[in-house]
């Protein structure tokens, strides 16, 4: 478990924020900006705020309910907050009203609501319980970005280690231990050969005949795809969504957190995430991997998450 700051909360009001850039006459949210929080991480001030009814920008902002976190400088003499950069916190399609705390040993943890507004209709008539909460994460600043990745004690939960070491993947397989529906499993993909690039690479996870849940990556736009088309959702709903990476000399890494309800991924160690809910049966528990156009070389390692059975908690 997370030891969280038991004491009265501290908060920061301010009274004026020289933002015109995320106004709603700024043209990019038309309506209300609820569930701010304001807090320093490493030397930066910092802003997170969630536009509501916002339209589109490229990649980095969709439409409808987002979450956008502004870092820059606050003169505490004149209330005033400057911003210097502004970014989505989250690609997915469902993650709002993130708040954080400040943890004894001085961490800063995010945790958010796992749904939107526009979509927390959208459940099976069989479940119960509706409106989980993501990982608390934990939040670091890295070459001037705020980067997000699951708080330490997820390592306690881990058991059963699957691990693979430059693997080249070219028609889609499976790989013997890799799969499951409470799993932390990091992929790390490179060209096969540089001159060569594959055309994109496709993880499937939580999968069967019937269903499955799809991160693509593709180099040459630079961008991941979580598809969620077949994971069990009966509504015309956003299923898909695309968001630009950095990658890192030509390797990517990812790391998927996956649920019973739910997939957590972590690109570039943090440097963007994307959430979903998922409602796939359980026994959907197949993993697979392909590259298309071209072999790619992959590190994989995967762990079973044990929850409520950690060592050492």
């Known amino acids: 478990m997370i030891p969280m700051v038991s004491r009265t909360i501290r908060v920061n009001t301010i009274c004026f924020i020289s933002i015109i850039h995320i106004r709603p006459n700024g043209g990019r949210c038309t309506g209300d900006m609820p569930c701010p929080d304001f807090f320093r991480l ?26 956008m976190m502004l870092t820059g400088d606050y003169d505490r003499q004149t209330h005033r907050f400057t911003k210097q ?4 916190v989250d690609y997915g399609t469902d993650f709002y009203a993130p708040q954080t705390v400040e943890t004894p040993d001085k961490r800063r943890v995010m945790i958010a609501w796992m749904q939107n507004w526009d979509t927390s209709h959208a459940r099976p008539q069989n479940m119960h319980l509706f409106g989980e909460m993501t990982l608390p994460r934990e939040l670091s600043v890295r070459n001037g ?5 699951p708080v330490r004690e997820l390592a306690a939960y881990r058991k059963d280690p699957a691990v693979y070491r430059n693997i080249h993947v070219g028609q889609e397989t499976s790989l ?7 799993i932390d499993l990091t992929v790390t993909v490179r060209p096969a050969d540089t001159e060569r690039v594959f055309r994109y690479f496709r993880i ?9 849940t799809c991160i693509r990556y593709k180099p040459e736009t630079g961008t991941i795809r979580v598809d969620r088309t077949r994971s069990g959702f009966p509504y015309d709903i956003v299923n898909i969504r695309d968001f630009l990476i950095d990658p890192h000399s030509g390797e990517v ?7 019973r309800h739910s997939l957590e991924l972590f690109v570039g160690d943090g440097e963007q995430t994307a959430t979903f809910m998922i409602h796939t049966p359980q026994n959907a528990d197949g993993v697979s991997f392909e590259a298309n156009g071209a072999d790619a070389v992959v590190d994989i390692e995967k762990y079973e998450l044990y929850f409520g059975q950690a060592e050492g908690v």
């Open 176 to 182: 013997p231990g890799v799969n499951g529906r409470a």
């Open 85 to 88: 950069a502004v970014r989505a």
């Open 253 to 259: 890494k990812m790391r998927i957190i996956l649920d």
């Open 204 to 212: 499937r996870v939580a999968k069967s005949d019937k269903y499955e």
């Open 42 to 67: 490493d030397g930066m001030q910092i802003l997170t705020v969630c536009p509501q009814r916002m339209l589109p920008q490229g990649l980095e902002f969709h439409a409808g309910n987002n979450v």
């Open 145 to 149: 970005r705020v980067v997000q990745n």
